[in-house]
């Protein structure tokens, strides 16, 4: 994006200034007038700016969590946020403020709240129970490191392990640290010389809640009696420890080791291990101990009432397995399952029946964090199946290379693309319902369909549903079956100069109407495709090759490089360009071998079969010249009324109508100016120098028009595949000073001053602030509009704005938009036999544009939005009526006409990070919100602003993040947002039957507050660790319909039953509200007191 910056200083030697003054001279002449004929609607009170949800896989997962009563699961990333998920469309976001890396979460089972614990030693308590969650409390640790955490179910007592090997145990309602620690060297073997290391694990016993299980990273385990204050047994082995688990009945234990195996020890036995098992050791003969495999990160130890227990373990793999994908294992009696995943695990949770550990826990699923992705597995069903992930979390299957959003589409839509994506989806999914299924969905106040449309860089395009705050997938294109891949690497040119996506997706212009789609692909290719609900066969490709040139006679260059008898073609101002190389090819050549002629792809030259949904109506791709690579497209137009697309580059700019197959339009930028460049600029060379090479031009075809513009239509070359690489052979000074076209816009209206009626044309915007307007001659519609040719001839008209154009729209006498016109969709396919009527009917053009403006031969108004200004524009005079500066020391990234509340304005996005709207067509700002700083190109390139107040951007590689600036929807919002927490009843805990309470074999129940009070344990440092009171007082009795102390009093009435108290909490909540309040309140009175004073009267 910094290449329009500096283009910014040719604007300063041009007749801007001329421009501006007349501008300024016919604004104070029509505002007056004008602004008395359109009454504008939109206010500033209608504006309002904030988040609504985030959609996608959680970026850089690193913790997991399952409530297995509420039937939440919750994710917790590296970056700080936290991700939570209830039933397919039930999802919230939160973020830790530090940003600092989640390493364990751990729910109050049933309770609506959620610990977790963050690598800087910080631990905070979140509120579950509010739409939005907020912290409540939060204790930083400042002389020990949190390595792991564990509170037992029902407990109010968290167990918290460091790296010096200590335990400490926290009071989760006071968020206190209590008086009883567990030191390391109290709980090893006072012989033992070393520091066992930090903890990896603490649980208690299943049956007897005062023993501690303690796992030390060096291989040492302790089973620590909570009352006596001593160790019952100490069981030691030679690996380090990863992770450790229970039998449900407390008798024995496992462990995962470092060298890839798994003991199991019987509590009574701490001498050695019941049993050693090397899930994936080579069994030696002479019974050897088996080759030593890679550790296993976790186990879990599952037992069942009807069979054999489960072990799943993740990791452990023998070292000779190179290559080979992560696994998780399962071992169930004697068969072992080995499941391969697509990336490296970050954690696994198994999902049991029962939250209580003393109890068969009888698992049903595995839910498997990756590190791209969320699996589920059924261990219900023989093979294990993995459950059909209902989440939108393949946003980033392929990386998003760009993005588009359309709010309030026509209804039809959204039907029609999931009735053929539903063919595409895939088999052998498990038959059960998706196990997370906790909360409760919003209302839904939105009933507009909404779709996004994402582009990637393997050339696939996805269509998503995105009504009400939810997302979808609908429908997915891949675009990049249409050409020929290399088999073997004989095809390959070298690997320096492969480009990796050569099929990725750069923009994307959709006609939601018609349904027309169009693509440009980072290749220099375009591909036009139609909807159709019909399977077709295409035998042969229709296919256009265009000669896109830049020539100019610039004398005094100082590029050393040019090859003196060739116009040098220069290269693009592409911030993405790769240094060029050499490249062998058996391609049509230039008189001087260089490469010449040839697209960058090669389209598959064997009948393609098509499946019902978008279809293949024609491939458009740029070719090099004498040596140089095509420069990669720009801007990109489709309009269905007219049958024509659009495209143009740093080079020029070419029109196709795609119904007739021939190019219409094919000039270098300057060529558009005629004798009125302001720049002086000539054409280097004569006009035939243009013509292709090796007669591969078919004359015949572009007879229909004018000679000079049909530069090169169908072409039958046929050669080996070609990648795309940039050339950096023309200086940078050459480069700046190229104009590229940055916006296209087809419409109705008028083209030259002296105009009486609104006539079919195209507005061309380039990098250089220039627009200018090409005349469109269309023939009939019916069978006359395929046989006789488009006339396309420049207008003459020539508007100048600062900075690169990005948008243009068209509003009429009363202010409303004015869409351009579209043909309405109708299905392509249909057999031969039909009406000859029906194929008049097909093509005959649509204009939804305003009768009114066109009948009565009424002013339009041309709003133009560049990278600096906006400018609108009264037509046919030309007069422009409004300006605004948008930013003097920043560019505009976006900017979008959109429609809001029966109303419209422009909304623009900065790369100083401030998100602006302007009202139409006067252009009073109504917003300016500083929001977030172009940190990175991906936002730049992926954000967008739609139709009312909706917005978004990929925050992240695997997300979206989507945003209002609507006051409306930012009230409505609360109601939106789905419920996490929902009442739920406790399971009954086990029986403990006849026998076991009369002899004691029962579960042992343990009085926590009677050894962790204060009373018994004394009081803990204070130099240990701080308390900090949570944001989630203010933001969440604010944000949240009823508030924190409402929703506490629900959650102590339940709490209440198991003889609980949250009173303390509640009264703290309502305090720091207060204090919140009150404090608003005095700063608002001190900045009142001093606001009229001058610094030095304070």
Not at 427 to 440: F, H, L, R, T, V
Not at 692 to 721: F, M, Q, Y
Not at 968 to 977: R, S
Not at 983 to 1010: C, I, W, Y
């Amino acid at each position: 994006m910094r290449k329009f910056n500096i283009r910014k200083v040719l604007d300063g030697l041009t007749a801007v200034s001329a421009v501006a003054s007349a501008s300024s001279a016919a604004q104070q002449q029509q505002a007056g007038n004008r602004e008395t004929e359109i009454q504008e609607t939109l206010q500033s009170e209608h504006f309002q700016l904030c988040k609504t949800v985030r959609h996608g896989f959680p970026y850089q997962p690193s913790a997991l969590a399952f409530d297995p009563v509420q039937k939440i699961l919750a994710i917790g990333t590296q970056t700080g946020a936290l991700r939570l998920f209830g039933r397919p469309g039930v999802e919230c976001y939160c973020q830790h403020d530090s940003g600092a890396a989640v390493i364990q979460l751990q729910f109050l089972i049933n309770e609506g709240a959620l610990v977790s614990a963050l690598a800087d030693d910080t631990l905070h308590l979140w509120n579950l129970r509010q739409k939005r969650p907020a912290i409540l409390h939060s204790l930083k640790f400042n002389r020990e490191r949190i390595t792991f955490c564990h509170l037992p179910f029902q407990s109010k007592w968290l167990y918290v392990g460091t790296e010096r090997g200590n335990i400490h145990i926290v009071n989760v309602e006071s968020f206190t640290l209590s008086g009883y620690v567990i030191m390391w060297n109290k709980a090893i073997e006072l012989s033992s010389k070393s520091h066992p290391g930090p903890i990896v694990h603490i649980s208690d016993n299943p049956m007897d809640e005062g023993k501690l299980l303690i796992g030390f990273e060096s291989g040492t385990v302790v089973l620590w009696d909570l009352k006596s204050k001593k160790a019952d047994y100490r069981y030691t082995h030679d690996e380090a420890i990863h992770s450790v688990a229970w039998h449900h009945e407390g008798k024995q234990f496992i462990c995962s080791h470092s060298d890839g195996t798994l003991t199991i020890w019987n509590v009574k036995s701490p001498t050695k291990p019941f049993q050693t098992i090397t899930p994936h050791g080579k069994q030696l003969k002479d019974g050897k101990k088996p080759e030593p495999c890679k550790p296993i990160l976790k186990v879990e130890y599952k037992t069942t009432r009807a069979g054999d227990p489960f072990i799943i373990l993740s990791g452990g793999l023998s070292y000779d397995t190179v290559g080979r994908r992560p696994c998780l294992t399962v071992m169930h009696g004697k068969s072992t399952a080995v499941l391969e995943m697509d990336y490296s695990i970050v954690d696994f949770l198994t999902l049991c029946e029962t939250p209580y550990p003393n109890d068969f826990q009888e698992p049903y699923a595995v839910v498997v964090l990756l590190e791209k992705d969320l699996v589920l597995i059924d261990l219900a069903q023989n093979g294990y199946p993995i459950f059909e992930n209902p989440y939108p979390l393949t946003i980033h299957e392929s990386p998003v290379t760009c993005c588009e959003y359309f709010a309030d589409c026509p209804v039809d839509l959204i039907p029609a693309l999931y009735s053929v994506g539903a063919r595409q989806k895939r088999q052998g999914y498990s038959k059960k319902e998706w196990p997370i299924s906790g909360g409760n969905w919003g209302l839904i106040t939105q009933s507009y369909p909404e779709i996004i449309i994402t582009g990637h860089a393997d050339g696939s395009i996805k269509f998503w549903d995105a009504s009400a705050i939810t997302l979808q997938v609908l429908y997915k294109l891949k675009t990049a079956k249409v050409f020929e891949k290399s088999r073997n690497k004989d095809d390959k040119p070298n690997t320096d100069i492969v480009d990796e996506d050569p099929y990725a997706i750069q923009i994307i212009s959709w006609c939601p109407e018609s349904r027309m789609l169009c693509i440009a692909g980072v290749s220099a290719h375009v591909i036009i495709y139609r909807f159709s609900k019909q399977e077709v066969t295409t035998e042969v490709i229709p296919m256009l090759e265009v000669r896109l040139l830049y020539e100019i006679n610039d004398v005094e260059s100082p590029d050393g490089e040019q090859v003196p008898p060739l116009p040098t073609p220069g290269t693009g101002s592409n911030p993405q360009s790769i240094v060029p190389q050499s490249h062998p090819s058996t391609s049509s050549s230039s008189s001087d071998g260089l490469r010449d002629n040839v697209p960058c792809l090669k389209v598959k030259n064997s009948p393609l079969k098509q499946s019902p949904g978008y279809q293949i109506e024609l491939v458009i791709q740029l070719v090099w010249v004498s040596g140089e690579p095509p420069q990669q497209i720009t801007s990109l137009a489709v309009n269905s009324a007219y049958g024509l697309v659009v495209f143009g580059n740093c080079n020029g700019i070419a029109m196709v109508d795609y119904l007739q197959k021939t190019v219409l339009l094919n000039l270098g930028t300057i060529e558009l100016y005629g004798s009125n460049d302001p720049y002086r600029r000539e054409p280097r060379s004569p006009r035939k120098s243009r013509q292709p090479s090796g007669g591969l031009c078919d004359i015949n075809e572009g007879t229909a028009v004018p000679e000079d513009r049909c530069k090169s239509p169908t072409s039958d070359v046929k050669d080996n595949s070609f990648s795309r690489s940039r050339s950096s052979s023309v200086t940078s000074i050459d480069k700046e000073s190229r104009e590229a076209i940055s916006a296209l816009h087809f419409c109705e209206t008028f083209t030259r001053k002296a105009d009486t009626s609104p006539s079919p044309c195209l507005w061309v915007g380039t990098t250089l602030g220039t627009v200018l307007v090409i005349v469109l001659n269309l023939p009939p519609g019916g069978e006359q509009r395929l046989l006789q040719p488009v006339i396309v001839s420049p207008s003459g008209t020539i508007l100048r704005l600062k900075g690169a154009i990005l948008r243009m729209a068209f509003l009429d006498t009363t202010g409303s938009l004015v869409p351009p016109a579209h043909e309405p969709w109708r299905e392509h396919n249909v057999p031969d036999d039909k009406d000859e009527k029906d194929k008049s009917k097909k093509r005959r053009p649509v204009s939804v544009s305003p009768s009114s403006s066109q009948e009565i031969s009424e002013n339009q108004y041309a709003v133009i939005c560049s990278e600096k200004q906006a400018k609108v524009i009264s037509l046919p005079s030309q007069n422009c009526i409004y300006k605004q500066n948008i930013t003097e020391t920043s560019f505009v990234l976006r900017g979008d006409i959109v429609s809001l509340s029966n109303s419209i304005c422009l909304a623009c996005f900065c790369a100083n990070g401030h998100i602006m709207t302007f009202s139409l067509p006067s252009l009073r700002p109504l917003l300016d919100v500083y929001y977030l700083p172009l940190t990175n190109m991906r936002i730049a390139r992926t954000f967008c602003f739609t139709n009312n107040g909706q917005a978004l951007y990929l925050v992240s590689p695997t997300e979206i993040q989507r945003l209002t600036y609507s006051q409306e929807t930012c009230e409505n919002l609360q109601e939106m947002l789905g419920e996490l927490f929902t009442p739920v009843e406790t399971p009954e805990a086990p029986n403990r039957g006849f026998f076991k309470g009369l002899f004691g074999g029962g579960a042992q129940s343990l009085d926590r507050e009677e050894l962790f009070g204060e009373s018994a344990s004394g009081k803990a440092s204070r130099s240990l660790a701080q308390h900090i009171p949570g944001p989630g007082g203010i933001e969440g009795v604010k944000g949240a319909a009823s508030g924190v102390v409402g929703e506490l009093a629900r959650a102590r009435l339940a709490l209440d039953e198991r003889g609980q108290k949250l009173g303390e909490l509640e009264e703290k909540t309502a305090a720091m509200l207060y204090s919140a309040d009150s404090f608003s309140k005095h700063a608002h009175e001190m900045m009142l007191k001093y606001k009229d004073k001058k610094w030095y009267q304070f």
